[in-house]
């Protein structure tokens, strides 16, 4: 198989979908690998270590794709990208397919066969392959490091002869692989942390890693989560009720990191200004869903917002390329475990078209888009 590795360095993206470790990996197993120059650089993976690992050096993604069977990517590349290359290759990549279903057409029209990163099933199978758990991992780390270095406090109560340090109160809205993460660190750190989220299987893990878990916890709890295992969109009554829990609790807090999303939609609003405005200041909320419109009221998506109150309110965009080395790793080998589902007994680019993963994440297939959340907009 010939694999190219494109450069995805553009505005806020600094992380490449192949390692060194994995390019090598993948000559060492009979494949051709071309990966375009300076694709790592970003993520301090030079080009002399992906020629060490055996892989060629391409000037440019438009003639590294042309003859290439599978690309990989971090998001795609753009609709032109994808025209160049030959008919019957695949793409990967984190393609937001119903944020943007131009990108599966033009795919389709080039006979190209789009692997969406983002769509592949959570099943146990399919975990080592999962990008979405991978990245966010390492944004829900990264929020809480860059709020305490916003906040400008110690985490851990400290005990001096000066006299005794308060240990700083984090408050982790959304109880996803992000908000374990950020629980876990905040504990590390010594903060004094505690959670919410509305499905109640959530509540077991918060209290695993040593926080304290805070929810309206009636009827509509017990059953607010999908066969899916993500968190159903809750009433208007169960809103307003967990709202007002929310408001009493976040007026104490030094941190909250709010997670919060649902597929197909527009982040909820959690974090209302009148709770903002009940904050201290040097408070910092740092807003990990501020694209695709934001938990906290008041966020911007790529700034800092500093209240009058003087609360912070962090909207940073792509947290895992705050942290480009450990992310492009880990997404390297999620894309590597998923290759041998495309990969033919003769070591071609064969992709099981009987495996549900393939099934799960293919948007296109032979120049037709037939994935089933995107054939009314092909």
Known sequence: MKITVLNDIK?????????????????????????????????????????????????????AVKNADLVMSINGGSEKLVGAMKKGAGITGVLSPTDNPKYAAACAKAGVTAYALDYIPR?????????????????????????????????????????????????????????????????????????????????????SLGAKFIAVENEEFKEAETAGGYAKQMSAEYQALQAELTAKH????????????????????????????????????????????????????????????GVHIVGHLNWPSRMAGDSSSLFARNLKNLLPLMTGEDGSYAPDWDDEIIQGCALTKDGAVVHERLKGDA
């Open 11 to 63: 505005g806020l993206e600094a992380r490449v979908s192949a390692s060194p470790e994995t390019v090598k990996g993948y000559v060492d197993a009979g494949h051709a690998v071309t990966v375009v120059k300076g694709a790592g650089a970003a993520a301090n993976f030079a080009d002399a270590l992906y020629k060490d690992a055996g892989a060629t050096i391409a000037t440019t993604n438009t003639i």
């Open 123 to 207: 099943i146990s199978r399919a975990q080592s392959m999962d990008v979405l758990s991978s990245q966010s991992n390492l944004a829900g780390y990264r929020a809480v490091v860059e709020a305490g270095s916003i906040y400008g406090r110690a985490f851990p109560m400290m005990m001096t002869a000066a006299g005794t340090i308060a240990p700083a109160k984090t408050f982790i809205m959304g109880v996803g692989v992000a908000g374990l993460q950020a629980i876990a660190t905040a504990r590390r750190l010594g903060a004094v942390t505690t959670a919410t989220d509305v499905r109640p299987a959530t509540k077991e893990q918060v209290g």
């Open 250 to 309: 976040i007026a104490k807090q030094d941190i909250v990191i709010t997670t919060a999303l649902i597929p197909g939609r527009a982040a909820p609003v959690l974090v209302t200004k009148a709770m903002v405005d009940s904050m201290k200041p040097g408070s910092v909320l740092v807003d990990l869903a501020v694209e695709r419109g934001g938990n906290v009221e008041g966020a911007k998506a790529g700034e800092i917002v500093t209240t009058k109150n």
